[in-house]
Structures are given as structure tokens and as C-alpha cells.
């Protein structure tokens, strides 16, 4: 149901994919070009010299890309969160709306809004909602700390270091995503909740009519 508006992301998170990689096999060729020709002459830097910040910027493009889009993931999840809970309310002709609900965030309100205003129980989807809370997180080290979590608790870390394509600095206390894996899990994971959501209110709401 939700695929759809997820699948520009995914587009472009297969072509960020593909420039990083080609970006770095241009650079290995240029660093092994440079050693082949000047390696037997000492007074000639070596590649790394000649290419530092080249391989500095090129280690770091994967995170700055991957933290973007996870930012941009997570507000299409919210937009699209919200906007369920608004044709609910104008499908019910209720007069109090998600901005109405005291909540942790967006999503907070979404989901206070679904159990308490329009009485649809999303208990089936406790496992998911406390995944979500844990991407919540990540996101808002992300955008208002540049990932650094201060003082992380267990779950959080257990969380990260099953998960495929984001890892923890644990010196830094930083999140660093180093695969577009964690991102395309996230919006198989938002869109499977946000598809069961829908389903959840739709079935509830035929059986009480």
C-alpha cells in the first residue's frame, strides 16, 4: 500500500550506491597509478601523500549520503503517519485531529490518536512500534547531534549492532551508517507498519459498523 511512496528513495539510494562505488574505483586506480609509476623513486611522496584528502572525503561520503536520505525516510514515514490519522478523522467527521494529541514527536501523536481517539487497538503491533522508537532515536542523534547518542543505553546498542549497514563509535558515542542495507531495511520495516496500521483501522472499524 505504502511502496509506492517509498520507491523514488529506494531509486536513489541505488544511484547514490553506484556514484560512491565508482567514485572509489576511481580513486584506487589513480592511488595504485601513482605508486606503479613513482614507487621506485624516494624522493617522490607516495600516493597517500598525494591523495589524503581525496581518501578522507571518499571514507566519509557513504555516512554524510546515508544519514541525508535516513533523514528524508523518516520524515516520509511522519508525513505519511499523519496523514493517515487526518483521512480518519475526516472519514469519522471527528472534530479532534492528531495536532490535537499530546505526544513524543509525530509519530507519538499518530499512534495516541489511532488507540485513544479512534479506539483501534495496535497491540498486535508492540514489537514493531518499540523498532520504531529505537530508529526515532537514531534519528534525532542524527538531526540534531550529528549521531552522537550521549550516554546509550543497552537496547539501543544491541539494536545497532545486529543491524546490517550502521555500526557505533563507541570513543565517539557517534552512529555512523556505512551501507544503504540499514536504509532499505527501514522502509521495509515503516512501510510493513504503516500497511498494518491501515489494515488494523480498516478492521476494526468494519466490525464495529
Given at each position: ?17 553506484g ?22 623513486n624516494p624522493?617522490m611522496?607516495?600516493?597517500?601523500d ?24 523518516y ?66 542523534s542524527?538531526a ?11 537496547d539501543?546498542l544491541?539494536?545497532?549492532?545486529n543491524s ?26 515503516l ?11 480498516i ?6 459498523t
Open positions: 500500500m505504502y511502496d509506492f511512496k517509498f520507491d523514488p528513495i529506494k531509486a536513489y539510494l541505488e544511484s547514490t550506491q556514484m560512491i562505488l565508482q567514485q572509489e574505483k576511481e580513486l584506487n586506480e589513480k592511488y595504485h597509478a601513482w605508486n606503479k609509476e613513482h614507487s621506485n624522493e611522496p607516495d600516493a597517500f598525494i591523495y589524503e584528502m581525496e581518501i578522507m572525503n571518499s571514507s566519509e561520503f557513504p555516512n554524510i549520503l546515508n544519514q541525508s536520505i535516513y533523514l528524508t525516510i520524515s516520509t514515514f511522519e508525513n505519511e503517519f499523519f496523514k493517515l490519522c487526518e483521512w480518519c478523522q475526516k472519514a469519522e467527521s471527528l472534530k479532534i485531529g492528531p495536532k490535537d494529541i499530546n505526544g513524543q514527536g509525530y509519530i507519538g501523536q499518530c499512534r495516541k490518536y489511532i488507540t485513544n481517539v479512534l479506539d483501534v487497538s495496535l497491540d498486535s503491533l508492540n514489537a514493531e512500534w518499540t523498532e520504531i522508537k529505537k530508529y526515532q532515536l537514531i534519528r534525532n542524527i540534531h547531534n550529528n549521531g552522537i547518542i550521549k550516554s546509550p543505553k543497552n539501543i544491541t539494536f545497532i549492532e546490517n549497514g550502521i555500526s557505533f563509535d563507541t570513543e565517539k558515542s557517534q552512529v555512523k551508517m556505512e551501507s544503504i542495507d540499514f536504509l532499505k531495511t527501514l522502509i521495509d520495516k512501510t510493513n507498519f504503516l500497511s498494518e496500521t491501515a489494515e488494523r483501522i478492521k476494526e472499524k468494519n466490525a464495529s
